[in-house]
């Protein structure tokens, strides 16, 4: 299996520019989490999904941040417009729900926004 | 409170030293806990379970008390391929998992 991906690996945008960073789960996980690592906050959950629905959104931090799941082997996460703070490192993970072993990261997209 | 709490380090220790991290836990629902390690820019990945009992895999022991809502992980005869940043992680829900900001150990010949 070629685990979880994530495109691209590092995103260099000016601030006011639109980001959309792209994620495919593992085939046959049902459950896909966005989140956001930084050295003052650490790994924060932004947003789950089971069976492409959204379920939890407390963690965007506010309306620039949006997030989709159109089917089951795809999900973005789109910040417009972007600002210095969002520099971070975002992963993407998978899961078989209720299953957590299976719980799988993605290599992350490292953000910088100048 | 934070959901998951971790002393940050960082942990300087000699190889073959003996060294512990703790971790305390809010949502006292939470059913399955985790130590998940971290390297350098890369991404989180499972190192071990914690079971309720206690438990140990190679150099790694883990435990959880549950009336002090309190997990830890002790390595023995650290090795420099040990250093690394040690992430406690909660179940949220049963479904996803919440995470502690990490420990940083560094193993120094």
């Known amino acids: 299996d070629a685990g979880v991906i994530q495109s691209p690996r590092h995103e260099v945008t000016e601030m006011g520019q639109e980001v959309t960073l792209r994620c495919k789960p593992i085939?046959?996980?049902?459950?896909l989490f966005w989140y956001r690592q930084t050295m003052m906050r650490g790994l924060e959950l932004l947003i789950y999904f089971n069976n492409n629905v959204p379920i939890d959104d407390s963690g965007m931090p506010e309306d620039r941040f949006s997030a989709k799941m159109p089917n089951a082997s795809f999900s973005t996460l789109k910040i417009q417009p972007s600002e210095p703070r969002d520099s971070a490192v975002y992963f993407c993970?998978?899961?078989?729900?209720?299953?957590?072993?299976?719980?799988?990261f993605g290599s992350g997209t490292r953000l910088t926004v100048v | 409170r934070k959901e998951v709490e971790q002393d940050p380090g960082p942990f300087n220790v000699p190889e073959g030293a003996t060294v512990a991290f703790n971790c305390t836990y809010s949502?006292?629902?939470?059913?399955?806990f985790f130590w998940y390690r971290q390297d350098c820019r890369k991404e989180p990945k499972l190192l071990m379970s914690v079971y309720s009992s206690g438990n140990e895999d190679g150099r790694f022991t883990a435990q959880l008390n549950r009336a002090s809502q309190y997990i830890s992980l002790l390595i023995r005869d650290s090795k420099l391929s040990d250093s690394a940043t040690y992430l406690c992680?909660?179940?949220?829900?049963?479904?996803?998992?919440?995470f502690g900001a990490g420990t940083r150990l560094t193993v120094k010949p």
């Open positions: 085939s046959g996980h049902n459950s």
């Open positions: 993970a998978s899961s078989l729900r209720g299953r957590l072993m299976s719980y799988t």
């Open positions: 992680v909660v179940d949220y829900n049963n479904n996803d998992m919440r």
């Open positions: 949502n006292s629902a939470s059913q399955s």
